[in-house]
């Protein structure tokens, strides 16, 4: 089993930062995509942000040129930097990894349950 765990959300003012992390534990012998998504109330979840195995990374449009996203694959960590925040970034904010429990076992995927990023002045 693979647990997910998010930190880091909060309340902050427009153009303000925030950094988020996500950690996996448990089970792991390979961790392939790593991603964030968000869910603002009466939307649908939607990818933020993707990076791959290899460092390659992919960004939502919105958030182009505002975000980061990292990964530590020595501490099977996530991290997403948030700049130049807008109110329209105030959403639930997942953490997602593609993660092989075993050499022999196939890719499942594993979300964390969620961190609250609310931007208002």
């Known amino acids: 089993q693979v647990q997910l765990v998010e930190s880091g959300g909060g309340l902050v003012q427009p153009g303000g930062s925030l950094r988020l992390s996500c950690a996996a534990s448990?089970?792991?012998?390979?961790?392939?995509?790593m991603a964030w998504y968000r869910q603002a109330p009466a939307d649908q979840r939607a990818l933020v942000a993707q990076?791959?195995?290899?460092?390659?990374?992919t960004y939502a449009d919105a958030v182009k040129g505002r975000f980061t996203i990292s990964r530590d694959n020595a501490k099977n960590t996530v991290s997403l930097q948030m700049n130049s925040l807008k109110p329209e970034d105030t959403a639930v904010y997942y953490c997602?990894?593609?993660?092989?429990?075993?050499?022999?076992?196939?890719?499942?995927?594993?979300w964390g349950q969620g961190t609250q990023v609310t931007v208002s002045s």
């Open positions: 997602k990894m593609i993660v092989s429990p075993s050499s022999n076992s196939p890719m499942y995927q594993y």
């Open positions: 990076i791959t195995s290899v460092g390659f990374t």
């Open positions: 448990g089970s792991i012998f390979r961790i392939n995509s």
